[in-house]
């Protein structure tokens, strides 16, 4: 099930929180960095953890490419720490981060702890050496439950091996669960149909010259590959100021210049588009321009107009 407006929720923070790890990565002159699994408080993982851990190794590594260090992948992470017997959560110990550093080059290790308060969830992020698990650097952050949580968000934890009642005791009927009730309704601002997709707007949002439009990509033919390009993508402001599209977002693919990817028949695909250098002052987006590339069948082009800017 497709929950997109967890793109609206989340981003802007991550964004800030990448930022601030990025600062202190290439003021410490680390060149290699590992993001292992944030946990709960006791900790176990949970998809929200794992979500939020994987997005911020999305951000750090687009950061990271364009400074002065790099981002372990967290798939080669996990391989890694299975090599040297360990695991890629929950406590982070100087043998552990030796083990890494020996193994991987790796200069530091980003670690986490997600906990819920009321309506919230409460993220706190380390950075540690990885020579001696010192600490060098500590921040948080919040996000609201709503715009966060994309499934279970119970704590993974094993199973007891099952036992099997005594001859005499008798079983009682146990009722299924109920289902769990359906996330409320998106709120489409603009739509455009196409013969071969449909482009949804859901919002576009700033802060500070910095400014993000969200959308919903839905394939109507066969599976085929979409590409989006900066080049074919702009806003135009009420005072008719043209600005470029600096990055792209399809999926979970990303590109500086161009952004591709299959896309399945019927399944919603998130997708942004990042300006930069965008006036504060602006509200309202006069033109927001968006050309799409069909494997095999050609260029379509999409427009929004007086679309809103919240900021």
Not at 77 to 84: D, H, I, M
Not at 146 to 170: F, H, L, R
Request: proline share 8%; hydrophobic share 35%; charged share 25%.
């Amino acid at each position: 099930m497709i929950y997109p407006v967890l793109c609206l929720g989340y981003e802007k923070e991550l964004n800030k929180l990448a930022g601030s790890l990025t600062q202190k990565l290439v003021e410490g002159r680390k060149k290699k960095v590992a993001i292992v699994d944030f946990t709960d408080m006791e900790g176990h993982t949970t998809y929200a953890s794992r979500f939020l851990a994987e997005e911020l190794s999305v951000q750090l590594s687009n950061l990271g490419s364009r400074t002065e260090f790099e981002v372990v992948d967290r798939l080669r992470l996990k391989s890694l720490l299975k090599e040297q017997g360990l695991e890629a959560t929950g406590w982070v110990d100087p043998e552990m981060g030796k083990k890494l550093k020996k193994a991987a080059g790796i200069s530091a290790i980003i670690a986490g702890n997600l906990t819920p308060f009321g309506d919230s969830l409460h993220l706190s992020v380390k950075i540690l050496d990885a020579g001696n698990a010192k600490i060098l650097f500590a921040t948080s952050t919040d996000f609201p439950k709503s715009k966060i949580i994309m499934g279970d968000n119970t704590p993974e934890k094993k199973n007891p091996p099952a036992q099997n009642p005594p001859p005499s005791a008798s079983v009682t009927p146990v009722a299924p669960p109920k289902p769990a009730p359906a996330p409320p309704p998106v709120e489409i601002r603009q739509k455009v149909e196409t013969p071969e997709f449909v482009l949804e707007l859901q919002e576009c949002w700033a802060s500070g010259p910095n400014l993000t439009c969200s959308m919903l990509l839905t394939n109507v033919k066969e599976d085929k590959s979409y590409k989006l390009t900066t080049a074919d993508t702009r806003i135009i402001d009420p005072s008719g100021n043209e600005y470029r599209a600096q990055k792209l977002q399809l999926g979970t693919a990303e590109g500086w210049d161009t952004v591709q990817r299959p896309l399945v028949n019927g399944i919603a695909t998130k997708a942004s588009a990042n300006f930069t250098g965008v006036s504060p002052s602006v509200r309202t987006i006069a033109l927001f321009e968006i050309s799409c590339h069909l494997e095999g069948v050609g260029q379509y082009k999409a427009q929004f107009r007086a679309v809103p800017v919240t900021r």
